[in-house]
């Protein structure tokens, strides 16, 4: 019994992980079909933010949260303005978004990246934080762990009530299904697209921002977190948030039973099979509608 | 043509038979190499090896140069990024060598990259003193162009069995990242265990860039193994260490293998949680004079300390290479053969290499030990006495 609630609840927290790596890319991509494969770098200036702070500064991680939030917005805001708004207000139909976005994308992530290798070089970095363990039923879990846990299911459950209780939700759900319909009934586009961006990259950045707790930090981190978090996404279907909350879980707690019961060298196998699985039974991915 | 013309070539000639010689005299050593600046591979590639290629070019040139055959010539260092990529890798050491046609070259970063180096640098006949490349399959080819620096696997485990023998251990478990060195450092584990009588009592492998450990660990945890021993790379380094802190995972002996001599290992994870941990490693500012100097000298130029592994190996094969081109000059067939018949005094104390293998430097046992990576086994190496059984995790 112990066994199977400890690898229920490490599956659990890794699949949390994974969820909170892709809620940011769930808004850009799954929302606004922006296929942003720079995610990951956003991700990782995140997680340098936090690691400076920390280390310099000595602000404790969770408290600086908002402060990356906030910084990773504003650059987010910037960079659609930039790099997204022609794609955007050109493009003739959602596929050519996707494309154009791509290419974008890794243009970001080259320049994003080598930026952070000029900053701070290429070493690894790291602080620890909140590595005391903690008890739960007899297992033992570190508690920065479970602190990432607690915010993936948290911002995944206020961004799914966001989206289908309020009006802003509603509006952004609107200007998805239709842009021009979405300005027809007055939603101003011009400031809900930039916003929408701008918080994909801020919780692109406290993702990064809670993993630098618990992993070392690298320039060159972020491009397997891109990978994880479309994997996620796609399990879940496109721009749903529990979807993508409940794909993490699935990966998680695959991997660990597979990994207890198998071997952990088979974990690549596993989660290619789920999402395979996936893909077969339900194209597009577990919730969408 | 006219008379002034012509008067102008005569000079432009004559100038020019007269200056070149001095201006050859004066030409730099060129000296080549691609290395990781970026990618997965930077962060090994930056920390060992790279700032020992620029701070060697810089102490010899503040010192008048290179001497070759007598002269001293100042270095010229053309180094590329290779992207952590080997396609990009070989092409850049093609160029290099091929059209550049650079004096020497210096090697790439990590095991695989010398490995798909070696053909090429034995086509162009091109020594390669690698800090960063380990494994006897790389040795079985017997390229006679190839010294690795680094002591070989079954070397350092063997080291670690006895240690562990001499005080008592009889049961272990072992991890191992699945690829090249991690199959091979666990073969040549279970080798060296088997004969000293450790029954290795639970294996596992696991990929490269996993998140999660905490399964494994457990059921590690539940067997009780006297030592844990993890064939690990940097990232599961850090992750195995977190989770087993974690887990209350307390065995006599913790081991992981690369990323354990790294200044940020212990910045990341601690001084008190790495204390009693033990790893890979070859040297500490305690092993030798020489080796405080170079120490100092990183620090005072990189504003970061060196991996007590693999970077005094890298420093190390930059002396045999300054003095085996002293001798032999550019000749790089002479630099080659005077490189396999010599016995060097380096920062981590005399190398020799014998069918390409370096059979000077020992097997070593290293263990943090209040912030220092102490060296603790061989009894003759070592910088201080074994903390073990070790303490709980703090």
């Known amino acids: 019994m112990s066994l199977w609630f400890e690898l229920a609840v490490s599956g659990l927290i890794t699949g949390g992980i994974y969820a909170m790596v892709a809620i940011g890319l769930n808004l850009q991509y799954g929302l606004m079909r922006i296929l942003n494969i720079s995610h990951g770098e956003f991700l990782m200036l995140g997680a340098y933010l936090t690691w400076l702070a920390h280390t310099v500064l000595q602000i404790n991680p969770l408290v600086f949260l908002p402060v990356v939030a906030l910084v990773l917005f504003t650059i987010g805001v910037v960079v659609y303005r930039l790099c997204f708004f022609r794609i955007v207000s050109t493009a003739p139909a959602v596929e050519v978004i996707e494309a154009r976005s791509l290419l974008v994308g890794f243009g970001l992530l080259y320049l994003v990246q080598n930026a952070a290798y000029l900053t701070w070089g290429a070493d690894l970095r790291g602080y620890s934080f909140l590595t005391e363990s903690v008890e739960i039923a007899g297992a033992r879990f570190s508690a920065n762990r479970l602190v990432i846990f607690a915010f993936a299911v948290g911002a995944s459950l206020a961004l799914l009530g966001v989206l289908r209780f309020t009006l802003i939700g509603k509006a952004v759900r609107a200007m998805m299904q239709s842009p021009t319909g979405a300005q027809l009934v007055g939603i101003d586009t011009r400031l809900l697209h930039p916003v929408v961006f701008g918080a994909g990259i801020a919780l692109a950045g406290v993702a990064g921002a809670l993993l630098s707790m618990v992993y070392e930090i690298s320039p060159a981190m972020g491009e397997p977190y891109t990978v994880t978090a479309l994997i996620v996404i796609v399990l879940g279907g496109l721009g749903s948030a529990l979807g993508s909350l409940l794909g993490g879980f699935l990966l998680g707690l695959v991997e660990t039973f597979g990994m207890h019961f198998t071997s952990p060298s088979l974990k690549m196998l596993l989660s290619y099979s789920v999402l395979i699985a996936v893909l077969l039974a339900r194209p597009k991915g577990l919730f969408a509608r | ?394």
Do not use: C
């Not at chain 2, 293998?357 to 209040?370: D, H, I, K, L, Y």
């Open chain 2, 1 to 394: 043509m006219n008379w002034k013309s012509t008067i102008k070539l005569i000079a432009a000639t004559l100038s020019a038979a007269i200056l070149a010689p001095a201006l050859a005299q004066d030409a730099p050593v060129r000296v080549g190499y691609a290395i990781s600046r970026t990618g997965p591979f930077a962060a090994g590639a930056q920390l060992s090896q790279e700032p020992n290629y620029i701070m060697w070019a810089e102490q010899v040139n503040a010192a008048g140069g290179l001497s070759v055959g007598g002269k001293k010539r100042k270095i010229e260092l053309i180094g590329v990024d290779d992207r952590s990529e080997v396609e990009t890798m070989v092409r850049s050491y093609e160029k290099l060598m091929g059209s550049d046609k650079v004096d020497l070259i210096l090697p790439p970063w990590g095991t695989g990259m010398n490995f798909a180096l070696m053909p090429l640098a034995q086509k162009h006949g091109y020594p390669m003193l690698s800090p960063t490349a380990t494994g006897r399959k790389l040795l079985s080819l017997k390229n006679p162009y190839f010294f690795p620096l680094l002591q070989q696997p079954d070397v350092m485990m063997v080291a670690l069995a006895e240690f562990l023998r001499a005080r008592g251990v009889t049961t272990a478990a072992m991890v191992h990242v699945d690829e090249l060195f991690g199959l091979e450092q666990a073969a040549a584990l279970e080798r060296a265990f088997n004969e000293k009588g450790i029954s290795i009592i639970e294996k596992k492998s696991y990929p490269i860039g996993v998140k999660d450990l905490q399964p494994v660990l457990r059921d590690i945890k539940a067997k009780n193994p006297d030592a844990f021993i993890a064939l690990s790379y940097p990232p599961d380094t850090f992750l195995i260490t977190g989770q087993s802190k974690a887990l209350a995972f307390n065995p006599k002996a913790f081991y992981a293998a690369v990323g354990a001599a790294f200044p940020v290992y212990r910045d990341k994870m601690g001084v008190g949680t790495v204390e009693g941990v033990m790893g890979l490693g070859t040297w500490n500012p305690k092993t030798s004079p020489a080796a405080n100097a170079y120490f100092d000298a990183h620090v005072a130029r990189w504003k970061k300390e060196p991996d007590r592994w693999a970077s005094a190996h890298a420093w190390a094969g930059l002396q045999i290479l300054q003095q085996a081109v002293g001798k032999a000059g550019l000749d790089r067939k002479k630099i080659r053969d005077y490189i396999a018949s010599t016995e060097f005094d380096t920062v981590i104390g005399k190398i020799r290499f014998k069918n390409g293998e370096n059979v000077s430097t020992p097997g070593v046992v290293s263990q943090w030990q209040s912030g220092e990576f102490e060296v603790v086994w061989p009894p003759q190496r070592a910088t201080a006495p074994a903390y073990f059984p070790k303490a709980a995790w703090k």
